[in-house]
């Protein structure tokens, strides 16, 4: 969720967007739920998503982290500590 940054750094331009009814009422029903102060922020943050996509991860490296989990609730792994350690033994 974004807090707007952007009206800080430059003035803001209203435009005037056509939606389906139906779509409105489920902005109107979201909006709010997912903490927005008003229907604008939740649209402008809509947008910014549109034109700069958020990273999502690949099925592949889900996978991968799934068993990397899997493997940390099996105490198959060591903290990054631990291994500095274990390095620092070895090359001594």
């Known amino acids: 969720m974004s807090a707007d940054t952007d009206r800080s750094s430059e003035e803001m331009e209203k435009i005037n967007v056509r939606v389906p009814p139906t779509l409105l009422a489920k ?3 979201t909006w709010e739920k997912r903490g927005y102060t ?3 922020e939740f649209i402008r943050d809509a ?3 549109a034109v700069n996509p958020p ?3 690949s099925e ?3 996978e991968h982290l799934l068993e990397s989990r899997e493997q940390r609730e ?3 792994t060591v903290s990054h500590d631990d291994l500095r350690d274990r390095l620092n033994d070895e090359t001594r």
Request: aromatic share 0%.
């Open 27 to 29: 902005i109107d029903e």
């Open 38 to 40: 008003n229907k604008s």
């Open 55 to 57: 990273t999502t991860l």
């Open 74 to 76: 099996r105490g198959e």
């Open 60 to 62: 592949e490296a889900l």
């Open 47 to 49: 947008l910014r998503d």
